[in-house]
């Protein structure tokens, strides 16, 4: 307390002096002072040093790249970025190729790949948060961010030893750039006591109008059955050859390609593996979802339209345009998709339905990577126990008239009283004791009937996190039913030890 007091009285006293001293000597003492303008230009000094301090690159090395893509709304797409492995390299003081292994993480030399902060220049020591061992997500100022709402380009590198180039794959979180926005980042690189920094000005940019002149067009036709797949079928009738030559086209890789919006403009942006698009039940531009009929994409010379699980009944049709454009020239395609009934090439067995019992086990080693077991074709099993074609067996799964059960038949039943499957049906996730459970912590393996119009086998496969990475067995019994006729299967799943694990 008494020192307080002493530091008290002292400022007090200070301030009286001050006080007396100031009366008559300055008038606006107490007034807000006005800078002059050395001290305005020695603030401005002072804070030009300070911003340039931030705008340093810690580097020996500084290479600058800029890249443009087209902004979308549903793609991470992008564009590539080379950069200079040989000056990167000879830089460090390092071989090439071993650089670039180091930097695809297949070891070598002890070379750390890292990140400069866009706002501070700060180092960030993280070699990576995207799909790439070295590379980053980053945000509008082009600081290093996880993947999410702040995101807005990444970058991921990879070195082709049969090329010897690097290179960046630079691409976007759909949806968050907006038209001419830039945004500057840094990747680098330490070896010892050097440092090499890569900066990378990405830009989104819109796509124009489509103005170009129709040189060739062609109608085809594509019949059919339906498919819940995804599987895709080529239409026949394009000549690949003659709409390149058209075009005027060196390659295929040259190419866009687009389809008609419902305003009859094109569109553009893929919308389906690229290049590709989902049409809408008009045959119009759309998106995967219940509105959506077919998509198109482009594969090896060949047009390949693939159909929306549940959407394309036999006797249902779409008419669709994809078409090819290059400089300014488009060789239109319209497709009409016809959904024809199946043509059933087999005859069912006679005699009367009888109901069966059989033993399976299925086998496959322990993996994180879910995995399935090969498949046990009970394709000729279930024919002779329901008398019917194996496509007649595939409908009635798909309809739900049959029902694949764990148990018994009924068992854990939607409303309408069909199996409600907890895996792809027909299938579903088990538990440690065989039992149906949905996916989720309890869940240690999965048991399908993988169907089709000419295929009905079982498969397994284990949880990466649930099940014991030394092996575990699960037993359990799953019934085909139909109409009061059983194919009852006694199941032993039988998931090993990987084989480096065992003894």
């Known amino acids: 307390m008494k020192k307080l007091s002493y530091i008290l009285s002292g400022l007090l006293i200070a301030g009286s002096s001050a006080l007396f001293s100031s009366c008559g000597d300055n008038e606006n003492f107490w007034g807000p002072h006005t800078l002059t303008d050395d001290e305005i230009a020695e603030m401005a ?5 300070k911003q340039a301090q931030r705008e340093r690159i810690d580097a020996d090395l500084i290479l600058e790249y800029n890249v443009e893509f087209y902004l979308s709304s549903n793609a991470y797409d992008g564009g590539p970025v080379e950069i200079d492995m040989d000056k990167i390299a000879a830089e460090l003081g390092v071989d090439k190729d071993a650089l670039g292994a180091a930097l695809n993480g297949e070891g070598g030399l002890d070379v750390a790949g890292f990140a400069i902060e866009g706002s501070t220049h700060a180092d960030n020591m993280t070699s990576s948060n995207s799909g790439a061992y070295w590379g980053h997500w980053w945000d509008k100022d082009g600081n290093v961010k996880n993947w999410g709402d702040e995101a807005m380009v ?11 180039k690097g290179v960046f794959n630079v691409g976007q979180y759909p949806g968050h750039l907006v038209a001419n926005q830039e945004v500057k980042f840094i990747e680098a690189l330490k070896y010892q006591d050097k440092r090499v920094a890569i900066v990378i000005t990405a830009k989104g940019v819109e796509r124009g ?15 059919t059955a339906p498919n819940d797949t995804y599987a895709t079928v080529a239409v026949e009738g394009f000549d690949a050859d003659a709409a390149l030559a058209a075009l005027g086209a060196g390659s295929w890789a040259d190419v866009a390609w687009v389809c008609t919006n419902a305003d009859g403009s094109y569109a553009q942006e893929y919308s389906a593996d690229a290049p590709g698009f989902w049409y809408d039940k008009e045959g119009f531009s759309g998106a995967w979802g219940d509105n959506a009929s077919v998509f198109a994409t482009f594969q090896e010379g060949q047009i390949l339209i693939g159909q929306m699980p549940g959407q394309m009944t036999a006797g249902s049709t779409v008419t669709i345009n994809f078409s090819a454009m290059y400089d300014n020239k488009i060789v239109e395609n319209i497709v009409t998709v016809v959904i024809a009934a199946y043509e059933d090439p087999e005859t069912a067995p006679e005699g009367e339905p009888a109901s069966i019992e059989k033993e399976l086990t299925l086998t496959k080693p322990y993996d994180a990577d879910w995995g399935a077991t090969d498949e046990i074709d009970v394709k000729e099993e279930l024919r002779q126990c329901f008398k019917m074609t194996t496509y007649q067996i595939f409908s009635a799964l798909k309809s739900g008239e049959m029902n694949l059960w764990v148990g018994e038949v009924g068992a854990d039943a939607n409303e309408d009283g069909t199996a409600a499957y907890t895996a792809d049906a027909p299938g ?14 309890e869940a240690i393996a999965y048991l399908n009937l993988g169907i089709s ?47 480096a694990t065992r003894k």
Do not use: M
């Not at 990444?154 to 010897?164: I, L, W």
């Not at 949880?463 to 194919?487: S, Y």
């Open 453 to 499: 119009e000419e295929s009905l086998a079982f498969y397994s496969g284990n949880h990466p996190e649930n099940c014991n990475p030394a092996g575990q067995t699960i037993k359990t019994k799953v019934i085909l039913e139909k109409d009061g006729i059983t194919a009852t299967y006694n199941v032993t799943i039988d998931i090993t030890a990987p084989a």
């Open 209 to 223: 109008e489509v103005k170009a002149t129709i040189v060739a067009s062609n109608t085809l036709t594509l019949s």
């Open 154 to 164: 990444f970058a991921e590198f990879n070195y082709d030893a049969e090329t010897g």
């Open 428 to 441: 579903y996730w088990l538990g440690s004791e065989g039992q149906r459970v949905a996916w989720g912590d």
């Open 45 to 49: 000094r002072q804070d030009s040093i």
